[in-house]
């Protein structure tokens, strides 16, 4: 069975970090690109990272830009969010997926074959 699993998730002060992992089981990560998506309360879901095969990072929301890393471990099959300088609003459930692919990476969620369980991302004091 091909799954995500993400952890790291949970409640955060504003200005602090969280590093999510999202560990892959059943398939080799190494041959997906990977996608980060977040759903606050009441609204829609939202691509706002992803990272190609090769390590290369993309960022597609300006609130998130200069705060947000991605990065990959091939070895441990697994692909991590870092998250810092966090706000409020950017508390949200964060999913990863996969998408099969020789290159690039995207946000279209629509282009993503496996999604994880998601995990809660609260950013209060």
């Known amino acids: 069975q091909l799954q995500l699993v993400e952890s790291g998730g949970g409640l955060v002060q504003p200005g602090g970090s969280l590093r999510l992992s999202c560990a892959a089981s059943?398939?080799?990560?190494?041959?997906?690109?990977i996608g980060w998506f977040r759903q606050a309360p009441g609204k829609d879901r939202t691509g706002f990272s992803c990272?190609?095969?090769?390590?290369?990072?993309?960022h597609d929301e300006d609130s998130v830009k200069g705060r947000f890393t991605v990065s990959r471990d091939s070895a441990k099959n697994t692909v991590y969010l870092q998250m810092s300088s966090l706000k409020p609003e950017d508390t949200a459930v964060y999913y990863c997926?996969?998408?099969?692919?020789?290159?690039?990476?995207?946000?279209?969620?629509?282009?993503?074959?496996?999604w994880g369980q998601g995990t809660q991302v609260t950013v209060s004091s």
């Open positions: 990272i190609t095969r090769s390590g290369r990072a993309a």
């Open positions: 997926a996969a998408h099969r692919t020789d290159w690039g990476c995207t946000m279209d969620d629509l282009k993503y074959e496996i």
């Open positions: 059943g398939f080799t990560l190494a041959d997906y690109a």
